[in-house]
């Protein structure tokens, strides 16, 4: 069966990753078909929408869509699309490669963040004059399909435990109904389930993030923990992430669009490869998705690199090294 996925380039080095990734998709034995569209600055730019009904139609044609970034109209581009494919979770592996600088040369672990709600769920007032409140959303149903889906990931993935993150002990109505629901499914796998207070866990992950695999997060924790664990592995151009959702799933790097080295022909395709990666493993190409991380993996310990990891390749050239890898 043919799979059709939304290209998204965006702005700025969208432009030059994207492509890049795509030509290594290409390359694999995947039976893909390739849909374009535009969304972001330039697009809104001339026509007023960064998001014209013509992308949004691709996005829900599609089994899954590749993005880029947008630069200033990003969160119209963004939340937009997550909405379209349903996305419930934020998925955003930190791993460290043989080669590339890190804080911690072995971490390898992938933060399973819900994507909708918690304090992210808009529910903010001024009560009055000078007081103003945001009100915390956690249901059971949500808990649950974000816990189902981090410990099937893990079961998929080999690890033997899943870490849920929490702070039940302050927020005991909220966190702690998370808590027992991520507990509860748990209980179902033949995996170990521990918990850590999310406080202590920035500490764990500054201080040894290897001894976690699979970690669970309600939304907030899970933005402020994922953007640490980034920190630990090197550079943003390394970084990819995956939203998925009951109507489709998208994928895109984590950085932006880089106006300071955007037109250059020097982005780091990383990133953005290995969200496409990851896109091959949600379609069931389990394989091709484990060969092009192999490819990137080999590509970074022995060259070429692009600037930010001290080379001086071209995007390009370091697609291409995946691609003769592959
Ligand atoms: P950024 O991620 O675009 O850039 C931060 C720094 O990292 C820059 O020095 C850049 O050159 C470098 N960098 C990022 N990706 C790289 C890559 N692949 N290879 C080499 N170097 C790389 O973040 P910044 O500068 O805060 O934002 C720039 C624009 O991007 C803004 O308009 C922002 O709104 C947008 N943005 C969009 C996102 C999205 O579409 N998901 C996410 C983050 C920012
Ligand atoms: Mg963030």
């Known amino acids: 069966m043919t799979h059709e996925i939304a290209v998204i380039p965006g702005d700025g080095i969208g432009q030059e990753v994207v492509p890049a990734a795509v030509r290594v998709l290409r390359a694999t034995d995947a039976d893909l078909r390739f849909v374009e569209a535009e969304a972001g600055d330039a697009v809104a730019e001339r026509t007023g929408d960064p998001l014209p009904n013509a992308t949004r139609e691709a996005v829900a044609a599609a089994d899954a869509t590749l993005l880029g970034a947008a630069g200033e109209t990003a969160a119209d581009v963004i939340l937009p699309i997550r909405e379209l494919v349903g996305s419930f979770a934020n998925v955003r592996p930190a791993r460290a490669y043989p080669g590339v600088d890190a804080v911690h040369p072995d971490t390898d672990l992938v933060i399973v963040r819900e994507n909708t709600q918690g304090v992210y769920a808009g ?4 009560i009055a004059p000078g007081v103003t409140t945001c009100t915390r959303v956690i249901t059971e149903d949500a808990s649950r399909q974000i816990a189902e889906f981090a410990f099937e990931y893990a079961a998929e993935n080999g690890h033997d435990a899943v870490t849920v993150v929490h702070k039940a002990n302050v927020m005991r109505t909220t966190d702690g109904l998370f808590r027992e629901v991520a507990f509860e499914v748990g209980a179902e796998y033949d995996l170990a389930v521990e918990e850590v ?18 970690v669970l997060t309600p939304n907030l924790a899970g933005d402020v923990l994922s953007d640490l664990a ?15 959702g009951d109507d489709g799933a998208m994928f895109e790097p984590v950085h932006g669009t880089a106006p300071d080295i955007a037109g250059e022909g020097i982005a780091n395709p990383a990133a953005t490869i290995l969200s496409a990666a990851m896109l091959l493993e949600h379609l069931g190409y389990d394989g091709e998705g484990a060969r092009v991380r192999d490819a990137v993996e080999t590509t970074l310990e022995d060259g070429p690199l692009t600037p930010d990891l001290g080379g001086e390749a071209f995007t390009d050239e370091v697609a291409d090294a995946v691609i003769e890898r592959l």
């Not at 529910?123 to 001024?126: A, D, L, N, P, R």
């Not at 207070?197 to 699979?214: E, F, K, N, S, W």
């Open 123 to 126: 529910i903010e007032s001024e």
């Open 197 to 214: 207070l999310m406080d202590a866990m920035a500490t764990h992950l500054a201080l040894d993030p290897t001894q976690y695999g699979v």
């Open 230 to 244: 980034a920190g630990l592995v090197g550079g943003l151009g390394l970084l990819p992430s995956a939203n998925v």
